[in-house]
Protein backbone atom coordinates (compact mmCIF):
# COMPACT_ATOMS: atom_id res chain seq x y z
CA UNK A 1 0.00 0.00 0.00
CA UNK A 2 1.42 3.25 -1.19
CA UNK A 3 0.02 6.51 0.89
CA UNK A 4 0.58 10.24 -0.46
CA UNK A 5 1.27 12.54 2.06
CA UNK A 6 0.16 15.91 0.96
CA UNK A 7 2.12 19.26 2.51
CA UNK A 8 -0.02 21.78 2.51
CA UNK A 9 0.61 23.37 5.99
CA UNK A 10 2.11 26.63 4.98
CA UNK A 11 0.50 29.91 5.89
CA UNK A 12 2.55 32.63 4.55
CA UNK A 13 3.24 33.58 1.15
CA UNK A 14 5.83 35.56 -0.43
CA UNK A 15 3.47 36.46 -2.80
CA UNK A 16 1.74 39.24 -1.16
CA UNK A 17 -1.68 37.61 -1.88
CA UNK A 18 -4.38 37.12 0.64
CA UNK A 19 -3.31 33.04 0.96
CA UNK A 20 -1.14 30.93 1.13
CA UNK A 21 0.20 29.59 -2.31
CA UNK A 22 -1.45 26.63 -2.28
CA UNK A 23 -4.71 27.64 -1.92
CA UNK A 24 -4.67 30.46 -4.79
CA UNK A 25 -7.82 29.34 -7.29
CA UNK A 26 -6.39 29.24 -10.90
CA UNK A 27 -8.95 28.85 -13.84
CA UNK A 28 -11.88 27.74 -10.52
CA UNK A 29 -9.62 25.92 -8.76
CA UNK A 30 -7.65 25.78 -6.03
CA UNK A 31 -3.71 25.13 -6.55
CA UNK A 32 -3.89 22.36 -4.18
CA UNK A 33 -7.07 20.29 -5.85
CA UNK A 34 -4.80 20.25 -9.15
CA UNK A 35 -2.11 18.52 -6.77
CA UNK A 36 -4.46 16.18 -4.91
CA UNK A 37 -6.41 15.04 -8.42
CA UNK A 38 -2.98 13.75 -9.99
CA UNK A 39 -2.36 11.64 -6.50
CA UNK A 40 -6.49 10.47 -7.04
CA UNK A 41 -5.98 9.62 -10.30
CA UNK A 42 -2.55 7.75 -10.00
CA UNK A 43 -3.30 3.76 -9.97
CA UNK A 44 -0.94 3.26 -7.59
CA UNK A 45 -1.72 5.33 -5.05
CA UNK A 46 -3.93 4.03 -2.23
CA UNK A 47 -4.42 6.74 0.24
CA UNK A 48 -4.20 10.01 0.70
CA UNK A 49 -2.92 11.74 3.84
CA UNK A 50 -3.31 16.04 3.86
CA UNK A 51 -1.01 18.76 6.44
CA UNK A 52 -2.87 21.61 6.72
CA UNK A 53 -3.05 23.94 9.45
CA UNK A 54 -6.39 24.32 11.54
CA UNK A 55 -7.06 27.38 9.95
CA UNK A 56 -7.58 26.11 6.47
CA UNK A 57 -8.69 22.65 7.33
CA UNK A 58 -12.70 23.56 6.41
CA UNK A 59 -11.43 24.56 3.22
CA UNK A 60 -9.85 21.89 2.38
CA UNK A 61 -12.02 19.66 3.51
CA UNK A 62 -14.98 21.43 1.60
CA UNK A 63 -12.55 21.32 -1.87
CA UNK A 64 -11.85 17.67 -1.62
CA UNK A 65 -15.34 16.72 -1.04
CA UNK A 66 -16.48 19.20 -3.93
CA UNK A 67 -13.44 17.78 -6.40
CA UNK A 68 -14.12 14.17 -5.12
CA UNK A 69 -10.74 13.21 -4.19
CA UNK A 70 -12.22 9.80 -2.31
CA UNK A 71 -8.48 8.70 -1.36
CA UNK A 72 -8.22 11.21 1.50
CA UNK A 73 -7.64 8.70 4.99
CA UNK A 74 -7.10 11.47 7.37
CA UNK A 75 -5.41 14.56 7.77
CA UNK A 76 -2.72 15.67 10.74
CA UNK A 77 -2.02 19.35 12.18
CA UNK A 78 1.03 21.49 10.79
CA UNK A 79 4.56 21.66 12.42
CA UNK A 80 6.24 24.28 13.14
CA UNK A 81 9.02 22.93 10.62
CA UNK A 82 8.15 21.74 7.04
CA UNK A 83 10.05 18.20 8.83
CA UNK A 84 7.76 18.23 11.85
CA UNK A 85 4.73 18.82 9.21
CA UNK A 86 6.32 15.77 7.66
CA UNK A 87 6.29 13.46 11.14
CA UNK A 88 3.14 14.45 11.96
CA UNK A 89 1.54 13.54 8.69
CA UNK A 90 3.70 10.07 9.39
CA UNK A 91 1.89 9.65 13.16
CA UNK A 92 -1.68 10.34 10.83
CA UNK A 93 -0.58 7.71 8.22
CA UNK A 94 0.12 5.17 11.06
CA UNK A 95 -3.20 5.92 12.57
CA UNK A 96 -5.39 6.51 9.41
CA UNK A 97 -4.19 3.82 7.64
CA UNK A 98 -3.51 0.03 6.96
CA UNK A 99 -0.80 -1.60 5.25
CA UNK A 100 1.71 1.53 4.55
CA UNK A 101 4.45 0.28 3.14
CA UNK A 102 5.61 3.26 1.37
CA UNK A 103 5.05 6.87 1.90
CA UNK A 104 5.18 9.33 -0.97
CA UNK A 105 5.82 13.11 0.28
CA UNK A 106 4.94 15.69 -2.02
CA UNK A 107 4.45 19.44 -1.69
CA UNK A 108 0.93 20.71 -2.54
CA UNK A 109 2.16 23.66 -4.29
CA UNK A 110 3.86 21.42 -6.87
CA UNK A 111 0.75 20.70 -8.79
CA UNK A 112 2.38 19.77 -12.05
CA UNK A 113 4.07 16.49 -10.91
CA UNK A 114 3.69 13.77 -13.81
CA UNK A 115 2.82 10.28 -13.08
CA UNK A 116 6.49 9.32 -14.25
CA UNK A 117 7.85 11.17 -11.23
CA UNK A 118 5.52 9.51 -8.77
CA UNK A 119 5.95 5.71 -10.23
CA UNK A 120 9.76 6.06 -9.81
CA UNK A 121 9.80 7.39 -6.66
CA UNK A 122 7.53 4.13 -5.68
CA UNK A 123 10.01 1.77 -7.24
CA UNK A 124 13.14 3.50 -5.82
CA UNK A 125 11.52 3.20 -2.29
CA UNK A 126 10.64 -0.57 -2.92
CA UNK A 127 14.27 -1.30 -4.58
CA UNK A 128 16.30 1.28 -2.36
CA UNK A 129 15.28 2.62 0.98
CA UNK A 130 13.59 5.43 -0.55
CA UNK A 131 13.80 8.28 -3.75
CA UNK A 132 13.95 11.33 -4.96
CA UNK A 133 13.89 13.63 -8.24
CA UNK A 134 16.61 15.85 -8.91
CA UNK A 135 17.43 18.20 -11.51
CA UNK A 136 21.15 19.58 -12.46
CA UNK A 137 21.88 22.65 -10.61
CA UNK A 138 22.57 25.29 -13.48
CA UNK A 139 25.05 28.18 -11.44
CA UNK A 140 28.25 27.69 -10.41
CA UNK A 141 28.22 26.36 -6.83
CA UNK A 142 31.09 27.16 -4.22
CA UNK A 143 31.40 26.20 -0.33
CA UNK A 144 32.48 28.58 2.21
CA UNK A 145 32.12 27.74 6.04
CA UNK A 146 32.28 31.23 6.88
CA UNK A 147 30.95 32.84 3.58
CA UNK A 148 33.95 35.32 3.10
CA UNK A 149 36.17 33.00 1.05
CA UNK A 150 35.93 30.04 -0.76
CA UNK A 151 36.67 26.96 1.26
CA UNK A 152 36.81 24.16 -1.56
CA UNK A 153 35.27 23.84 -5.09
CA UNK A 154 32.18 21.57 -6.11
CA UNK A 155 31.82 19.89 -9.22
CA UNK A 156 29.04 21.27 -10.68
CA UNK A 157 28.27 17.28 -12.55
CA UNK A 158 27.83 15.62 -9.15
CA UNK A 159 25.23 18.29 -7.74
CA UNK A 160 22.04 17.70 -7.76
CA UNK A 161 18.89 19.84 -6.48
CA UNK A 162 16.49 18.03 -4.67
CA UNK A 163 12.61 18.47 -5.88
CA UNK A 164 9.75 16.49 -4.31
CA UNK A 165 7.92 13.69 -3.88
CA UNK A 166 10.05 11.93 -2.17
CA UNK A 167 9.30 8.33 -0.94
CA UNK A 168 10.13 6.62 2.06
CA UNK A 169 10.12 2.61 2.83
CA UNK A 170 7.26 4.13 5.99
CA UNK A 171 8.52 1.99 8.30
CA UNK A 172 11.54 2.78 8.28
CA UNK A 173 11.17 6.70 7.95
CA UNK A 174 8.61 6.82 10.43
CA UNK A 175 10.94 4.76 12.77
CA UNK A 176 13.55 7.20 12.68
CA UNK A 177 11.59 10.13 13.53
CA UNK A 178 10.28 8.44 16.32
CA UNK A 179 13.81 7.85 17.70
CA UNK A 180 15.73 11.21 16.43
CA UNK A 181 15.54 14.52 19.31
CA UNK A 182 13.04 17.09 18.33
CA UNK A 183 16.24 19.39 17.39
CA UNK A 184 17.31 17.46 14.47
CA UNK A 185 13.83 17.24 13.21
CA UNK A 186 14.05 20.74 13.16
CA UNK A 187 17.72 21.51 11.45
CA UNK A 188 16.94 18.95 8.53
CA UNK A 189 16.44 20.28 5.59
CA UNK A 190 15.22 17.96 3.12
CA UNK A 191 13.07 14.90 3.70
CA UNK A 192 15.69 12.55 2.31
CA UNK A 193 18.72 14.10 4.23
CA UNK A 194 17.04 12.87 7.64
CA UNK A 195 16.82 9.00 5.68
CA UNK A 196 20.32 9.58 4.34
CA UNK A 197 21.95 10.46 7.37
CA UNK A 198 20.39 7.21 9.24
CA UNK A 199 21.56 4.55 6.83
CA UNK A 200 18.50 4.70 4.37
CA UNK A 201 19.71 4.56 0.94
CA UNK A 202 18.41 7.14 -1.36
CA UNK A 203 17.70 6.67 -4.92
CA UNK A 204 17.95 9.83 -7.53
CA UNK A 205 15.38 10.07 -9.77
CA UNK A 206 15.21 12.15 -12.79
CA UNK A 207 13.30 15.07 -12.12
CA UNK A 208 11.60 17.92 -14.11
CA UNK A 209 11.59 21.91 -14.66
CA UNK A 210 7.77 21.54 -14.68
CA UNK A 211 7.57 20.28 -11.50
CA UNK A 212 8.45 23.55 -9.76
CA UNK A 213 7.16 24.67 -7.01
CA UNK A 214 5.10 27.49 -6.61
CA UNK A 215 6.48 30.36 -4.80
CA UNK A 216 6.77 33.61 -6.68
CA UNK A 217 4.01 35.41 -8.99
CA UNK A 218 6.54 34.49 -12.15
CA UNK A 219 5.99 31.09 -10.93
CA UNK A 220 1.85 31.41 -10.53
CA UNK A 221 2.07 33.42 -14.00
CA UNK A 222 3.91 29.79 -15.64
CA UNK A 223 1.38 27.83 -14.24
CA UNK A 224 -1.64 29.82 -14.99
CA UNK A 225 -0.54 29.59 -18.48
CA UNK A 226 0.17 26.06 -18.69
CA UNK A 227 -3.18 25.27 -17.57
CA UNK A 228 -4.91 27.44 -19.64
CA UNK A 229 -3.21 26.05 -22.69
CA UNK B 1 43.95 51.61 -13.69
CA UNK B 2 40.75 48.82 -13.49
CA UNK B 3 39.73 47.51 -16.50
CA UNK B 4 36.13 45.95 -17.19
CA UNK B 5 35.80 43.24 -19.36
CA UNK B 6 32.16 42.88 -20.97
CA UNK B 7 31.61 39.01 -22.26
CA UNK B 8 29.37 39.69 -25.00
CA UNK B 9 30.62 36.37 -27.39
CA UNK B 10 27.41 34.07 -26.71
CA UNK B 11 26.21 33.62 -29.80
CA UNK B 12 22.72 31.56 -29.18
CA UNK B 13 20.01 31.93 -27.51
CA UNK B 14 17.50 29.61 -25.55
CA UNK B 15 15.04 32.18 -25.81
CA UNK B 16 14.27 30.93 -29.49
CA UNK B 17 14.26 34.93 -31.05
CA UNK B 18 16.64 35.86 -33.66
CA UNK B 19 19.65 37.06 -31.63
CA UNK B 20 21.56 36.45 -28.83
CA UNK B 21 20.14 37.63 -25.33
CA UNK B 22 22.51 40.28 -24.90
CA UNK B 23 21.75 42.15 -28.06
CA UNK B 24 17.78 42.38 -27.74
CA UNK B 25 16.68 45.78 -27.94
CA UNK B 26 14.45 46.97 -24.96
CA UNK B 27 13.28 50.03 -25.12
CA UNK B 28 15.30 51.24 -27.97
CA UNK B 29 18.42 50.53 -26.25
CA UNK B 30 20.28 46.82 -26.88
CA UNK B 31 20.74 45.03 -23.49
CA UNK B 32 24.51 45.27 -23.65
CA UNK B 33 24.74 48.77 -23.85
CA UNK B 34 22.48 49.14 -20.65
CA UNK B 35 25.79 46.71 -18.64
CA UNK B 36 28.35 49.53 -20.64
CA UNK B 37 26.72 52.31 -19.13
CA UNK B 38 27.05 51.26 -15.59
CA UNK B 39 30.94 50.49 -16.25
CA UNK B 40 31.38 53.80 -18.07
CA UNK B 41 29.48 55.61 -15.57
CA UNK B 42 31.58 54.12 -12.67
CA UNK B 43 34.05 56.50 -11.67
CA UNK B 44 36.61 53.54 -10.43
CA UNK B 45 36.20 51.65 -13.62
CA UNK B 46 39.16 53.22 -16.07
CA UNK B 47 39.16 50.82 -19.68
CA UNK B 48 36.65 48.27 -21.07
CA UNK B 49 37.54 45.82 -22.80
CA UNK B 50 34.34 43.75 -24.94
CA UNK B 51 34.36 40.10 -26.01
CA UNK B 52 32.51 39.69 -28.82
CA UNK B 53 32.41 37.02 -32.02
CA UNK B 54 33.37 38.63 -35.39
CA UNK B 55 29.77 38.64 -36.86
CA UNK B 56 28.62 40.67 -34.24
CA UNK B 57 31.70 43.19 -33.56
CA UNK B 58 30.70 46.11 -36.36
CA UNK B 59 27.09 46.20 -34.30
CA UNK B 60 28.62 46.64 -30.49
CA UNK B 61 30.94 49.21 -32.22
CA UNK B 62 28.22 51.24 -33.79
CA UNK B 63 26.33 51.08 -30.49
CA UNK B 64 29.37 52.17 -28.51
CA UNK B 65 30.21 55.12 -30.88
CA UNK B 66 26.01 55.87 -30.79
CA UNK B 67 26.06 55.74 -27.24
CA UNK B 68 29.15 57.68 -26.19
CA UNK B 69 30.40 55.05 -24.08
CA UNK B 70 34.24 56.28 -23.98
CA UNK B 71 36.11 53.79 -22.02
CA UNK B 72 36.42 51.23 -24.73
CA UNK B 73 40.07 50.55 -25.33
CA UNK B 74 40.22 47.58 -27.12
CA UNK B 75 38.09 44.06 -28.36
CA UNK B 76 38.59 40.56 -28.43
CA UNK B 77 37.68 37.90 -30.50
CA UNK B 78 35.19 35.21 -28.50
CA UNK B 79 36.19 31.83 -27.41
CA UNK B 80 34.92 28.26 -28.08
CA UNK B 81 34.41 28.27 -23.83
CA UNK B 82 33.37 31.23 -21.60
CA UNK B 83 36.85 31.00 -20.08
CA UNK B 84 38.65 31.26 -23.10
CA UNK B 85 36.92 34.37 -24.07
CA UNK B 86 37.94 35.22 -20.88
CA UNK B 87 41.34 34.45 -21.47
CA UNK B 88 41.56 36.12 -25.03
CA UNK B 89 39.89 39.52 -22.83
CA UNK B 90 43.15 39.05 -20.54
CA UNK B 91 45.06 39.03 -23.78
CA UNK B 92 43.43 42.18 -25.21
CA UNK B 93 43.72 44.26 -22.00
CA UNK B 94 47.32 43.44 -21.83
CA UNK B 95 47.70 44.59 -25.53
CA UNK B 96 45.21 47.63 -25.42
CA UNK B 97 45.56 49.18 -21.79
CA UNK B 98 48.35 50.24 -19.99
CA UNK B 99 48.88 49.69 -15.82
CA UNK B 100 46.20 47.88 -15.45
CA UNK B 101 46.29 46.07 -12.18
CA UNK B 102 42.61 44.57 -11.54
CA UNK B 103 40.28 43.05 -13.99
CA UNK B 104 36.99 42.97 -13.41
CA UNK B 105 34.84 40.22 -15.57
CA UNK B 106 31.36 40.53 -16.30
CA UNK B 107 28.48 39.18 -18.87
CA UNK B 108 26.74 41.59 -20.98
CA UNK B 109 23.33 39.97 -20.35
CA UNK B 110 23.74 40.85 -16.29
CA UNK B 111 22.42 44.73 -17.20
CA UNK B 112 21.51 45.15 -13.42
CA UNK B 113 24.64 45.28 -11.38
CA UNK B 114 24.92 47.65 -8.85
CA UNK B 115 27.87 50.30 -8.52
CA UNK B 116 28.01 48.81 -5.03
CA UNK B 117 28.68 45.12 -5.99
CA UNK B 118 31.34 46.51 -8.58
CA UNK B 119 33.23 48.41 -5.61
CA UNK B 120 32.96 45.51 -3.23
CA UNK B 121 34.82 43.41 -6.21
CA UNK B 122 37.74 46.25 -6.87
CA UNK B 123 38.19 46.01 -2.99
CA UNK B 124 38.31 42.65 -2.83
CA UNK B 125 40.62 42.32 -6.18
CA UNK B 126 43.22 44.93 -4.17
CA UNK B 127 43.02 43.58 -0.24
CA UNK B 128 42.76 39.65 -1.41
CA UNK B 129 43.45 38.30 -4.86
CA UNK B 130 40.18 38.49 -6.64
CA UNK B 131 36.21 38.36 -5.41
CA UNK B 132 33.15 37.49 -6.64
CA UNK B 133 29.24 38.48 -5.52
CA UNK B 134 27.48 35.04 -4.40
CA UNK B 135 23.91 34.58 -3.26
CA UNK B 136 22.46 32.23 -0.88
CA UNK B 137 21.12 29.03 -2.58
CA UNK B 138 17.54 28.19 -2.17
CA UNK B 139 17.31 24.57 -3.22
CA UNK B 140 18.63 21.57 -1.20
CA UNK B 141 21.57 20.35 -2.97
CA UNK B 142 22.53 16.89 -2.71
CA UNK B 143 25.84 15.49 -3.87
CA UNK B 144 26.18 12.11 -6.06
CA UNK B 145 28.98 10.57 -8.17
CA UNK B 146 26.99 8.76 -10.54
CA UNK B 147 23.62 10.65 -10.27
CA UNK B 148 21.66 7.63 -8.87
CA UNK B 149 22.24 7.49 -4.95
CA UNK B 150 23.49 10.61 -2.72
CA UNK B 151 27.18 10.53 -1.46
CA UNK B 152 27.18 13.41 0.63
CA UNK B 153 24.95 15.91 2.12
CA UNK B 154 26.05 19.47 2.11
CA UNK B 155 24.83 22.24 4.68
CA UNK B 156 22.84 24.90 3.09
CA UNK B 157 23.80 27.34 4.63
CA UNK B 158 28.04 26.95 3.45
CA UNK B 159 26.80 27.05 0.01
CA UNK B 160 26.53 29.84 -2.26
CA UNK B 161 25.74 30.48 -5.66
CA UNK B 162 28.55 32.67 -7.88
CA UNK B 163 27.30 35.78 -9.77
CA UNK B 164 29.64 38.01 -12.06
CA UNK B 165 31.29 40.47 -12.20
CA UNK B 166 34.66 38.70 -10.77
CA UNK B 167 37.41 41.03 -10.05
CA UNK B 168 41.08 39.85 -9.41
CA UNK B 169 44.76 40.89 -9.99
CA UNK B 170 45.20 41.45 -13.33
CA UNK B 171 48.95 39.85 -13.54
CA UNK B 172 48.04 36.67 -11.32
CA UNK B 173 45.29 35.75 -13.02
CA UNK B 174 46.89 36.25 -16.66
CA UNK B 175 49.84 34.26 -14.94
CA UNK B 176 48.03 31.45 -14.57
CA UNK B 177 45.79 31.89 -17.85
CA UNK B 178 49.81 31.64 -19.69
CA UNK B 179 50.69 28.41 -17.75
CA UNK B 180 47.86 26.00 -17.18
CA UNK B 181 46.79 23.82 -20.18
CA UNK B 182 44.18 24.31 -22.80
CA UNK B 183 42.30 21.88 -21.36
CA UNK B 184 42.09 23.03 -17.89
CA UNK B 185 40.34 26.14 -19.43
CA UNK B 186 38.14 24.21 -21.37
CA UNK B 187 36.92 22.80 -18.12
CA UNK B 188 36.86 25.25 -15.52
CA UNK B 189 33.23 25.86 -14.43
CA UNK B 190 33.74 29.40 -12.79
CA UNK B 191 35.76 32.61 -13.17
CA UNK B 192 36.65 32.41 -9.85
CA UNK B 193 37.44 28.60 -9.92
CA UNK B 194 40.99 28.40 -11.78
CA UNK B 195 42.03 31.27 -9.70
CA UNK B 196 41.18 29.43 -6.36
CA UNK B 197 42.77 26.28 -7.72
CA UNK B 198 45.85 28.13 -8.37
CA UNK B 199 46.31 29.85 -4.69
CA UNK B 200 44.02 33.24 -5.37
CA UNK B 201 42.76 34.24 -2.61
CA UNK B 202 38.95 34.98 -3.31
CA UNK B 203 36.20 37.20 -1.43
CA UNK B 204 32.94 36.58 -1.54
CA UNK B 205 30.92 39.64 -1.61
CA UNK B 206 27.27 40.12 -1.48
CA UNK B 207 25.48 39.69 -4.51
CA UNK B 208 21.99 40.56 -5.19
CA UNK B 209 18.78 39.04 -6.90
CA UNK B 210 18.54 42.01 -9.24
CA UNK B 211 21.93 40.78 -10.63
CA UNK B 212 20.50 38.03 -12.42
CA UNK B 213 21.72 37.10 -15.89
CA UNK B 214 19.01 37.17 -19.01
CA UNK B 215 18.38 33.75 -19.85
CA UNK B 216 14.65 33.13 -20.52
CA UNK B 217 12.04 35.06 -21.89
CA UNK B 218 10.83 35.34 -18.11
CA UNK B 219 14.18 36.68 -17.29
CA UNK B 220 13.77 39.01 -20.38
CA UNK B 221 10.46 40.06 -19.42
CA UNK B 222 11.72 40.97 -15.76
CA UNK B 223 14.29 43.94 -16.77
CA UNK B 224 11.66 44.77 -18.90
CA UNK B 225 9.36 45.42 -16.07
CA UNK B 226 12.53 46.88 -14.58
CA UNK B 227 13.55 49.20 -16.90
CA UNK B 228 9.85 50.62 -17.86
CA UNK B 229 9.55 50.97 -14.11
Not at 208 to 222: A, G, P, V
Amino acid sequence: MNTAIILAGGVGSRMGVDRPKQYLVVKDKPIIVYCLDIFEKHKNIDNIIIVVSDEWKDYVQENVEKYGITKVKGYAPAGRTRQHSIYNGLLSTEKNTEGTDVVIIHDAARPLVSDKIIDDCLTGAIEDDGAMPVISVKDTIYQSKDGKSIDNLLKRSELFAGQAPESFDFKKYLDIHNSVSDDEIATTAGSSEIAYRHGMKIRLVEGSERNFKITTIEDLETFETIVND
